[in-house]
T-cell receptor, first 114, second 113 residues
Framework: DQQVKQNSPSLSVQEGRISILNCDYTNSMFDYFLWYKKYPAEGPTFLISISSIKDKNEDGRFTVFLNKSAKHLSLHIVPSQPGDSAVYFC?????????????FGKGTKLTVNP | KAGVTQTPRYLIKTRGQQVTLSCSPISGHRSVSWYQQTPGQGLQFLFE???????NKGNFPGRFSGRQFSNSRSEMNVSTLELGDSALYLC????????????FGPGTRLLVL
């Protein structure tokens, strides 16, 4: 049972346009969400996070939106750049964490075309 | 500040063998977590160590074990390797236990033949 789902395995956008990556979760105990970016042959790199007490967090070109009622979060990249091409993982965690620590989605491969 | 380092970067083993992977966290970080990444399952949590104690464990068989040393360095061991253990094993460190942003190493690519 996948608790964090990224239903789009891949996404392709033009340079300068907006990239929107989506993530859905099923566990209502999750209260902290993170996005990681991963280049080939490298470990994931933390990008941005959001606590469940907020519905939006912005950091430069990256904005994460959280819709708790829909159990949905999204990452917006504006404007998209070719260097943003990577696999993006959504992750979630709950206060106690239990045996799951961070629960990751399977990732979305973003390709930004020049 | 140096990042998380993992050794070796690549490893080839045969079924039935055992393997030990090493992780050195960022200086000052006391929590080390291990993850397995496979194409089919994505990133899955293995276990977390903090102050030399295992604090959390994912749903993996007992063949997967680990330990943490007093300098926060961690090792992960997989015994009686199976073909399905072929994966990228990632280590991540954070300053404190849990809900802290984690910093990942480059991973160890394990291939079991």
């Amino acid at each position: 049972d996948q608790q964090v789902k990224q239903n789009s395995p891949s996404l392709s956008v033009q340079e300068g346009r907006i990239s929107i990556l989506n993530c859905d979760y099923t566990n209502s105990m999750f209260d902290y969400f993170l996005w990681y970016k991963k280049y080939p042959a490298e470990g994931p790199t933390f990008l941005i996070s959001i606590s469940s007490i907020k519905d939006k967090n912005e950091d430069g070109r990256f904005t994460v939106f959280l819709n708790k009622s829909a159990k949905h979060l999204s990452l917006h990249i504006v404007p998209s750049q070719p260097g943003d091409s990577a696999v993006y993982f959504c992750a979630a965690t709950s206060p106690q964490g239990g045996s799951e620590k961070l629960v990751f989605g399977k990732g979305t491969k973003l390709t930004v075309n020049p | 500040k140096a990042g998380v380092t993992q050794t070796p970067r690549y490893l080839i083993k045969t079924r039935g063998q055992q393997v030990t992977l090493s992780c050195s966290p960022i200086s000052g970080h006391r929590s080390v977590s291990w993850y397995q990444q496979t194409p089919g399952q994505g990133l899955q949590f293995l276990f977390e160590y903090f102050s030399e104690t295992q604090r959390n464990k994912g749903n993996f068989p007992g063949r997967f074990s680990g330990r943490q040393f007093s300098n926060s360095r961690s090792e992960m061991n997989v015994s009686t390797l199976e073909l399905g253990d072929s994966a990228l094993y990632l280590c991540a460190s954070s300053r404190w236990q849990f809900q802290e942003t984690q910093y990942f190493g480059p991973g160890t690519r394990l291939l079991v033949l």
